[in-house]
Structure formats: C-alpha cells, structure tokens
C-alpha cells in the first residue's frame, strides 16, 4: 500500500511540475493510511533563501551550481539538467531553454512511440523539446551567476559532454539522483528539506516582492497561461529584466561568499571563450 502511495504522490509531483494540477490530491489522504510525509513536505516546501544558502554550503561543486542556478532564474529539473554550454549566452547576458532532460521508459524509446528525442546513450534518459512555445526561453544571466558557471566550467576543461551540470563521466546528472544529494546536504546544514520545484516557488514569490507584473513572471516562468502563474503559484504575485534577476540574486549571497573566499574567480573575457 505504501509503495502505491509513494507512486501516486510522485505522479502527481509531476503533473503539478507540468502545471496540470495545482496541488496534489494525495497529500489529502486519511490519516491513518502509511504515508511518507517527510518526503511529501520535502516536495512541496518553500524554502527560504537562508535555507537555501545553507544547503549550498554542504553541497559538492556542481551540485552548488545547479542549486544556484535553479534559485536565481525558476527552472524546471528537467530545463537545468538539460542545459548545454550552447544555452549560456555570455556576451548577452542569458540562458537560453531549448530541450528538457527527461526519463522515458527504454521500451518506449526502443518502439519508437517517442520521436523527435535525442536518447543519451543506451539510458533511459533523452532531449526532449519543451511541452510548449513559451517554455522555449531566454532567462537573465546575473553577474555572480556567471561567475559560478564561468568556475564550473573551468573545472571541466578537457571533459567531452556538452552538458552544463555533469557527472564524473561526463554524463548529464540522472534526475532521480538530484534529490538524494539534495536532502543529504540539507539534513548536514540542519536545513529542511525541499526539492528544486520549491525553489521555482521561491523564485516567483521573490518575482512579487520586487513588484513584477504577472506577465514578465509568466514569461519568465515558461508558462504557457499566466493564470498558471496566478492559480498555481498563488504567492503574491523587458528593460526591467536584468534589474529584477540582479534583485532576485542579491536574496542568495553564497556565490559572493564565495568570491570572499577566494574559491571562484572572477571571469575574463578569455575565461568564458
């Protein structure tokens, strides 16, 4: 019964990830049924930014990238694992959402029902389009969020994979995979536990605080309705664009803590060629 849950919850998790559903109805059972709840808090938990930059601190160096990076511009899992080297606009400022990464059962790949993907090897994994037009976009690349990927991708020099965020092989990150890091640093920082959906949370609710109208939000978001924007992320909800990421990234001081500490460097033209 319990692994039923478990499967249903995540099912939900992940229409609620595609804003099909605003909240997950599994969360609403009976009391006396066996659930996982740290597990359901962990999934739909706002953090706040101080957990978020102690979770950072615990956290092995791409895995600080990929939290950086998911805190300071919204994206989805699947937008993050999916980005490439090619996404990153530096001379413009930008990241740019052109395929998402995505588990898709082997069976399915090897029949053929899924067309128009790129299959990562002989994994399970696969480039997917995204599901609509407006989640093809363009982010703001703040300042000190280029620092840390201009540092991550120092450290690849000689690696093959185009992919942004990495394993030791080169090999995009397994999505499922994410959250065991993830939780294993939050319970060393003594933070609690939430997922990079919670953090796509934070980023709108920062968006409101900076007063940003709802339609940049939905723009920047991806959403494909902005009463998506407004059902789905219910917190208070250009020319203005690099003035909101820059405010939205002065809410997360890890990557300045860092520069202090002198373990990045300041990038250079040459650095990022």
Known sequence: MKNVLILLHRLFEEAIDREYIAANPARKLPQDIPTDESADAAEVAMPTPEEVVKTFAELPTTY?????????????????????????????????????????????????????????????????????????RSVELPPKLAELLVALRNRQRGSESTFVFQNEIGAPIDPDSVYDVLHTAQDKAGARRFGLHGLRHLYSSLLVANKVDVKFAQARLGHASAMTTLNIYSHEITKHGREYAAAIEAAFPFVSNLLAEGQIAVPTEQSVN
Do not use: H
């Open 64 to 136: 600080q990238a990929l939290l950086a990076t998911a805190a300071v511009t919204g994206f989805r899992r699947a937008e993050l694992l999916g980005l490439c080297w090619d996404d990153v606009d530096w001379l413009n400022g930008s990241i740019r959402i052109r395929q998402t990464l995505q588990r898709i059962p082997k069976k399915l790949l090897l029949g053929g029902e899924f067309r128009k993907v790129e299959r990562i090897g002989e994994t399970g994994l696969a480039m997917v389009t995204p599901k609509s037009k407006k989640a093809r």
